[in-house]
């Protein structure tokens, strides 16, 4: 099969797409020890092959680190400041109302994939979550759907009908190992029948919320997803990796959650009218509860801030806590998207707002979780050699949403083609 390549450009970055399948992977959750923990087993052969023939290393995933401030960072290629997503969850200024941010309407900037098939790209983009399909499918002329939501697609809303006989398996329950693989093997049958040549697949973190990088079932986890990266490489995709956050252990000795109650301290402390919001909060609280690393704190008029400020920078669990302009400024976010305060834990401890507000008796596990500066650092490979060029971007500070810049610039494919060391990020 004969793949054209194609160029664009995006929010300020120019891409060549080599004249190959194009697959960006993020792995939910994918904390390096994941990967390390498979490798040293022997349980990854595809993607440790793919590591030394290419390029793995680390790279910063965006503040805070969460599954749709992430993603929408990879799919633009932009931090959260410029995409407006911050959160999973805040306060719209404009209503006063909690709200999700799973809607079209809170992106402020085009996806690579829109401009991708704009292009003239086959573009397919697959996620084990519905939630992300909606908002990052925004002006795709392709295909979009959902592991979750598989047996809803069809050709008018979705640019695919029949996934499920596709793929060769009943949609699976996202409460599962199983909804990660299966967007995985949806990739790699739409690169065999001709559907896509331009793909970017976002898995769900359920295993990883579960276990330890070393315990069976999430490396067995691990062998599954190698599985059919090794079928992508066999059909000749160029393929990156990464990660939207990592993944910590947020309990104590005995097991039970290390949670501060931040709007619950706050209140008994200052009064009544402060909100706190934790961005983690989506529909998928089963694995944690909506207890994450990061939180952002509305004030009611007249409080002084900087009281605030200095009496939850002394409180056990705090790691960083930032009054709202420095906060946008030290870690990208759109003031508009945040409270007053925003609040970072420590590495161990998750942030809440009130016992009330969070469900910890549907954990059958420990817990684990994410969101704060602890789970920023995450992996990212590249199938192919880089070039010299990249090789100097990767030693320096490249980001998990440099990954469509890597994969489509940064190979010794875009030299094959006359590419060039001149493109890439502006």
Known sequence: ?????????????????????????????????????????????????????????????????????????????????????????????????????????????????????EAGRKVAFVTAKDKLRAFLSSGLRGIAFSSEKADEARLPTHGIADVESMVGESKPSIYSGAASVFALQAGVAMIADGHADFLYLSLTDYL????????????????????????MLELGAVVGVTADHGMNAKHDGMGQPQVLYLETELVARFGDGI?????????????????????????????????????IADLCGVSEVYPRELAARKLELDPDRIGDIYVLATRDVVLGRTPADHDVGGLDRPLRSHGSRYEEMVPMIVSEPLSAGYRMKAMSDPRNFDIFDFVCNGTELGRESGQGEEWGRE
């Open 275 to 311: 909100r706190v919001v934790c961005p983690i909060t989506d529909p998928y609280i089963v694995h944690h509860g909506a207890l994450g690393g990061a939180a952002t704190v509305y004030l009611p008029e007249g409080l002084d801030r900087a009281a605030v400020i200095a009496w």
């Open 208 to 231: 990883q919320h579960k276990f330890a990088p070393e315990q069976e079932p999430v490396v067995e986890f691990y062998e599954q997803l190698d599985h059919e990266i090794g079928r």
């Open 1 to 117: 099969m004969v793949y054209a390549a194609t160029e664009f450009t995006v929010n300020n970055r120019h891409y060549r797409v080599p004249a190959r399948p194009v697959v960006v992977i993020c792995i939910d959750g994918g904390a390096d020890e994941y990967l390390s923990a498979a490798m040293c087993r022997g349980r990854v052969p595809h993607i440790t092959a793919m590591s030394a023939r290419g390029y793995r290393g680390l790279v910063r995933a965006a503040l805070p680190t969460l599954t749709n401030v992430n993603n929408a960072s990879i799919c633009t290629g932009l931090p959260p400041s410029k995409t407006g997503i911050c959160g999973n969850f805040f306060i719209d200024p404009d209503t006063g109302r909690e709200v999700m941010t799973n809607s079209t309407r809170y992106l402020r900037a085009p996806t690579i994939l829109a401009a991708a098939s």
